[in-house]
């Protein structure tokens, strides 16, 4: 059994020592591969070129090393009846929830005006707001969201969550599909966005989106840099619509020098950090599905390709 690994090469090291460690008899590659393609029957990429997968006739299945599958559901040459699975590990999971906490921690308690006071030597209180008087709203409930949310809850936040279909979770009010939707914005002073990338949620955080939260809502953006409508994003920090904005992924990475997000003072900037597998938790999760499909049974997590998650 083979598997190759095609991420950059430090992780891809690292990867292979824990697949090693996971499960010794598997024959692992590293990407350039030079050996013979028949003989590769998985694999598991980050970003991997346009056409480069359908080059291996013997796939079984693609691990998606993200969350996310936009790197793959662009790719024309994807091959088809090749299952794809997504990235879940409690490590991802982890690292996004406290990225989330901390984000909307910091715009909850006035941290971009703090800094900016602090670059000015300016000693001035803001009042504080009580947590249970915001909302924060997250779009997209899946394994991500959930946590995110549920981890704020001792925080005392009122918490609302937007998905596709509907759900229901003990302290969380549950918003679904367009007629929800602005139900879910009217009344969010925190928007989340951990959404998939899809056809449908391209350009979500748009102007018609910002308009609908109240005056002076803050938003995080750590689903992908396609929800986000930057220009929309600048002209409502820039009118007060907004009161600032946390961005860790953007539609074209890194950020360009000359962005002008750079050096907006109401945005706060990471590049694509907010979360990252590990592989030490998560080869568990790759071994135990290839063991899983070895023994005849069905994988978890597979995306259904054609949703677009
Ligand atoms: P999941 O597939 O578990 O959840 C996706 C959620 O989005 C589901 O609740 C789904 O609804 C909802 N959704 C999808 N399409 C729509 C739609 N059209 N309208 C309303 N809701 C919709 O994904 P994860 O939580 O695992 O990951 C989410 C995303 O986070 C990834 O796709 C990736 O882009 C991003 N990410 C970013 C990272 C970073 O470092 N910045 C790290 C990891 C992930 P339903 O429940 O009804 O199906
Ligand atoms: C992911 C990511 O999708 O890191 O996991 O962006």
Not at 163 to 172: E, F, L
Request: with cysteine; net charge negative.
């Amino acid at each position: 059994m083979a598997l190759l690994i095609k991420t950059d090469i430090d992780r891809g090291t690292a990867w292979a020592e824990a697949l090693a460690g996971a499960y010794p008899e598997l024959d692992v590659h590293t990407w350039p591969y030079e050996g013979d393609p028949a003989a590769i029957h998985y694999a598991l990429v980050w970003q991997p070129p346009e056409g480069e997968l359908k080059g291996y006739p013997n796939l079984k299945a693609i691990f998606s090393i993200g969350a996310g599958i936009d790197h793959l559901a662009s790719d024309p040459d994807l091959p088809e009846g090749v299952p794809v699975v997504r990235m879940v590990e409690p490590g991802l999971t982890a690292g996004m929830s406290e990225y989330v906490a901390y984000a909307v921690l910091g715009h909850h308690r006035f941290m971009l005006d703090y800094a900016r006071q602090r670059a000015e030597k300016l000693w001035r209180e803001i009042p504080q707001i009580a947590a249970g008087a915001r909302q924060v709203g997250m779009l997209g409930m899946g394994v991500l969201g959930r946590d995110a949310l549920e981890k704020l809850m001792p925080f005392g936040f009122k918490l609302a969550g937007w998905s596709r279909t509907p759900k229901s979770i003990t302290g969380i009010s549950c918003y679904h599909g367009e007629e929800g939707l602005r139900e879910f914005l009217a009344e969010t002073d925190i928007l989340v966005c951990l959404l998939p990338l899809t056809p449908e949620t391209e350009g979500i955080l748009c102007r018609e989106t910002f308009d609908q939260l109240p005056e002076g809502a803050a938003v995080v953006s750590v689903g992908r840099g396609g929800h986000l409508v930057e220009d929309d994003l600048l002209a409502a920090l820039d009118s007060g619509r907004l009161s600032g904005a946390t961005l860790d992924v953007f539609r074209k990475e890194p950020l360009p020098k000359k962005h002008p997000f750079w050096a907006h003072p109401r945005i706060f900037i990471t590049p694509h950090i907010a979360s990252m597998t590990l592989p030490e938790s998560a080869c568990q999760a790759v071994v135990a599905n290839i063991h899983r499909l070895e023994a005849g049974e069905p994988l978890r997590h597979v995306v259904d390709m054609e949703r677009g998650y």
